[in-house]
Structures are given as C-alpha cells and as structure tokens.
C-alpha cells in the first residue's frame, strides 16, 4: 500500500491547495494516532511527532519523484509518508508489530527498500549515507534527500557531507527542518552563522523558506530538486517551523515559554490551519473542505485498523538478521 | 547530605547533587554536554548546576559530539577538571576517535608528562528505544588501555564512585544505567545504610552483596540489581545465590575475582553489554588463568544481538532477573 499524496495541481510548481490540505490533515492525525498509542502502551520507546511539520512534507511529496532517495532523521514518520512508504506498515513497526522491519526497527529506524527510504537515530548520521544513495543515483535525474534538523547541521558528519556532495557534484538535497531547538537547546545557543548559508564556502547554494506554507517550501525546493537531477550538484533548503509537541512524546518541555508556543502555534500560523484558511479565503466549498477532512480521519482510521491487525513479531526469528 | 527527606532521591539527583558539592569545593570543575546547562540534562542529572555556577562553568554544546569531547580533552590537559556529558553511550560512535587515540593515549604517548583528568559520564542500557538506544558498549571503552571504567549498580555508588571518579588524575568513562537514573535511592533490592553520606569508593575493588554456596552471580551497573533478585527467587527454590558486583570494570579487581571463585563451585556472569568479545569473556578467561583446572563451571548470560524495537522481543534480548534465574539454574544443570 502507498499513501497518495499527489499534491500538484496541473500547473507544475503550484500546489493543489485542497490536496495538499487533505495530505496535512491525514499526516497530522496519523502522527496524532501514532501518539494515542503512546499513551495506550503499543509504544513503549521514545517516540518524536511531526506534528506542526506538516507544509514541509507535503512539499516534499510534491517534489519528489519514486525512484529519489530520502535519508530521514529520529523524526521520520512524514517523510516516508511523502515518499510513498507503506503506511500500514510503517504505523504496524511504530506499533511495535510485525511491520516494515518485523518489529526490530521500531519508529527511528524505518527501512523501505523499495522507496530507497531510511532513517537513522543518530543525529546527523543520514548525511553521509544520503551522500552514497546519490553517489548510485548520479546520472540518472533521481536525487537523494538528507533530512536533518536545525540541531544536526553541527554535527561533523552534516558539515563533511556538504564539502563531499560539493566536491562530488552529487545529486543532492539538504533539507533542513528549523525548528528552533535541539531538544532544549537553541538554535542561536548552539549554531553559528546561517544556516543556509553553511554550504556557502563549498559552493553550495541555500535559501531558506516559510516551513509552514507548503507552496513556500514547494518554491524553495524545486529549484534545488531541478540543480541537483540536471547535474549541477546539491543544494540546502532550510524550512522555518515549530514543533507543536515535545522533543519526544512525554517531554515536560518547560523550555519553550508559553508565549512562544502560543505565536506559533495559533491558528494563523498553525499550518495545517493556514492552509485551511488559504482555502477558505479561496472560496473553496465548506463541503469539499469537510470531506477532505473526513476522507483524512477515514483514511488513517483504515490504515490504523488494518495495522492493529497485523501480528506481533515472531519471537523465534529475534536472533535472525544480525548477519546472512 | 541529608539523609532525612521523607522520599528518597532519584538516582539523577545524586549525580546532580554530588556534581554541585565537587563543584563547589573545586573552582575546576566545568560541566559541558548537549542539554546539561538550560534543561539539567535530558535524565536531570545536571540539573540546578546552571543555575549556581552559570555559563561560565556549565556549558550546553551544539550537537557535536567530536568538537565537546575533543574539548573537554584540551580543557583538562590545560587545567580544568571538565565533567563532559555523552547523552547515550550509543553516540559514542560518533566522537570514539577522541576517546581512544586522543583522551586514552595521551599520558602514554607523552611519556607521562601529559594527563587528562576528566570524567566522561554518559547513560546507558535498555530502557525501550530500540537498537540506537539501548545499547551499554561497557567493554568498548575498558578494551582501551588508558580509561578507567567505573559502573555503578547503586545510588550509594553513584556517588560514592563518582567522587573517586572525580578526583582522579585520569580519564574515567562513568557509565550511569538509565534504570538506576530513574529509580529512587531505596529502591535497590539490598540494604544500603546510608546511601547519600557515601565517601568515596575505591575504584578496583569488588563488593561481595549476597553470599551463597552454590552458584555466584558477577555483575556490573544495573546488572547487579537483577542479579540480586534473580537471588532471591532462587533461594525460595532452595538455591543459594551470592551476588558480586564488580563496582568498576577498570581497573578490574582480577585478585578479588580469582579469591571468589575459588570458593564457588558455580560462576554466572551476566552482563547487557554484547557477550562476544565482552566483559563476561574476560572475567572467564582471567579466572580459568589464575585457576587453571580448579576454576569453577562458567557460564555467562549477555546480550547476543542488536536491541529489538518491540517490547516482547527487547525482554528476549535484555538479562532480567527471570533470564537470569534461568541461566543460574542451567548452569548448575537443573534448568
Ligand atoms: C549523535 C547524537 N547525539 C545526540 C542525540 C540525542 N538527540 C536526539 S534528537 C536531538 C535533537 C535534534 O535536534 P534537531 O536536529 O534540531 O532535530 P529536532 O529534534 O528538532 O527535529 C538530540 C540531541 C542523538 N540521537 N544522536
């Protein structure tokens, strides 16, 4: 199964607003059920939501094509839906089932093969593996993704791959999802400079975007996506957002002032409230609007139970896998 | 410290409380790691240092573990006393050249006119997080000549090990089990008088904690308390089984090791680091050497692969005083 998340409209380079609102709606519910289950003890590991990262993804699905690559981070559940990932799979390996990975991955470490998709808990760890995705697609139009937050554009591992990837000429895109914090650091606590501006040196291009307005991030990405399959070489994208939950579910998050929550995560600058707003201030029928929301709801609520049907892993085979 | 508040502390707190008081006494003393300075560490064991010696003494890095640790090294070969932070011992891979050809070598390679007094504390073993997360990499960092290696198994030695830790003129790698971060100071199986008022304990010596005349379970860190109460649901069968905990896997107390199992017909070793190549393999091959034909039956009951996501899967993986009980009963043979 893959999630639909066609979000163009015929126009390339504009979003179908109402799409794109319906694949917002479906990725925030599936992150909110991902949640719930936290509380119902299907998880019982850390778990790190998307939730108000929602624009970003969309985009992404916009300017991805199926045979790209996407290295994703400890927060990865989005990005894989906006690769096309099995979603009933994924949401089985989160829920601890026999999933994409038999149960042994669990929801930092996903692996779709087949969508050349995968995520690591090691911060900054997927830049340099993103790099050699792109090494195998260069030459074909298809570009590797490196997600990394603002937190792990200081890691070594993120600053070698920038210098790599230009020295390279790789087919490749830094997205980078600003969200402020590294847990509870700062971003101006704990990075110098600009971030955009890191692969300045190397020659790499930036440009930094509106993370919760998908047409603004769809804009930024499209040049990058168009340099790196044309041949040109890698690119960074930071996208501006919040996270609207704690670094992990259950994160007291007494760093972030009430203040700041709250300018964030209003109803003007919630994305997927903006985005409804963009579609009401369109004229958009409040009965297509609703239905988009309930096909959301109907949709995950299918994807949930058809997951919570899977079996637990085989404990016979937890040994299986270490080495063929 | 008081010992008379009603609820005992978490073991976090202790950390947090023992950092303060050394950071009081010795002006050296510098606190440095992702998260320990705003939010007192991601367990709390930092937690209200910021607020007494500010930014100056207590340092939240950028996530770069390389650059923090490979600082901390500078900052301890030029006088301070840096205690640096590695929030999960997973990410040791990250930062490992620091810790073994830069921290560990440099005494030696400068003929001992170079030291690198710091303390490396960072969290590990299994509290449910899957493979990245979960892991002790103990017998990684004690396979380096040049670390010390202590493992607390209790509050008491949270604190009493890391004031020795502290005073130490060489690198020691602090291996804080997150269970024993998370759990009160009366909460370990045995009696423990006055857990808070510890002095500091000597590194290199083990602590006999349950005697028992048929099988001897040798453990570190967490390990101990399982073993503990592996114990006793084997002496409600009828099985007698003393509990060693090893307090510091370097230096390690071979002498105190070969004296125990002298004396035990039956030795278990149980660890929740790797078993292959691992802790449990060298205290094997250090008894068979000093004991030759006279050792006792060994076994060891350790972990054997990647820790699996799903919680059914991770208790097959993980020792618990259930697994070990079992392995404590089929090394005497009455599995
Ligand atoms: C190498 C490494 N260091 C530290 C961590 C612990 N950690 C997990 S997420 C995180 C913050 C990451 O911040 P950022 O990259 O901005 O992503 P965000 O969580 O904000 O999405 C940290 C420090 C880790 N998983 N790996």
Known sequence: MTFDCTVRSCTVSSLNPLRTYQTMVTMRIYEEAVGAAVETGEVHGEMHLGIGQEAVAAALAAALRPEDAIVSTHRPHLHALAHGVDPVAMLAELLERDGLSRGKGGHMHLFAPERNFMCTGIVGAGAPIAAGYALALRGTGAVAVAVAGDGAMNQGAVLETLNLAALWNLPMVFLVEDNGYGISVRREDASAGVLAERGGSFGIPGATCDGTDPQAVLDALEPAFARARGGEGPAVVVAEVYRFRGHYEGDADQYRSPEEKASWMGEDRDPVHRQRALLVAQGTDASDIEAAETAAAATVGGWLAAARALPMPDPARVREDVIA | ?335
Request: aromatic fraction near 6%; hydrophobic fraction near 45%.
């Open chain 2, 1 to 335: 410290m008081s010992t008379s508040t009603k609820v005992a502390p978490f073991g976090s707190q202790i950390v947090a409380e023992t950092l303060l008081e050394a950071m009081t006494e010795d002006e050296r003393i510098i606190v440095l790691g992702e998260d320990v300075a705003r939010l007192g560490g991601v367990f709390g064991a930092t937690r209200k240092l910021h607020a007494q010696f500010g930014s100056e003494r207590v340092l939240d890095t950028p996530i770069s573990e390389t650059a923090f640790i490979g600082a901390a090294i500078g900052a301890a070969q030029a006088g301070l006393r840096p205690v640096v932070e590695l929030m999960f011992v997973d990410f040791l891979g990250v930062c490992f050249d620091q810790i073994v050809n830069q921290m560990a070598k440099h005494r030696y390679m400068s003929g001992g006119r170079v030291t690198v007094p710091l303390v490396l504390r960072t969290a590990v073993g299994c509290i449910g997080a899957a493979a990245q997360h979960s892991q002790v990499l103990s017998a990684s960092f004690a396979h380096i000549p040049g670390l010390k290696v202590a493992f607390p198994a209790s509050p008491g030695d949270l604190r009493g090990l890391l004031l020795t830790a502290l005073a130490d003129p060489d690198p020691v790698v602090f291996l804080e089990h997150k269970w024993l971060l998370k759990t009160r100071a009366d909460s370990q199986p045995w009696h423990e008088d006055e857990p808070l008022a510890v002095e500091p304990v000597e590194f290199g010596r083990l602590r006999r904690l349950r005697d028992g005349g048929d099988i001897t379970i040798v453990a570190a860190g967490y390990m101990v308390q399982l073993a503990y109460l592996a114990a006793q649901e084997l002496a409600g069968e009828g099985i007698e089984a003393g509990v060693i905990d090893l307090r510091t896997l370097v230096p390690l107390d071979r002498e105190g090791l070969v004296h125990e199992a002298a004396s035990a017909p039956t030795l278990l070793v149980v660890d929740d680091d790797y078993a292959d190549y691992g802790m449990s393999g060298e205290i094997i091959a250090s008894i068979a050497e000093a004991l030759g034909p006279e050792a006792p039956r060994m076994r060891r009951h350790a972990v054997d692969v990647p820790i699996p996501a799903n919680k059914a899967l991770e208790e097959l993986v993980v020792p618990s005083p259930t697994s070990i009980a079992e392995a404590a009963r089929a090394a005497l043979g009455c599995g």
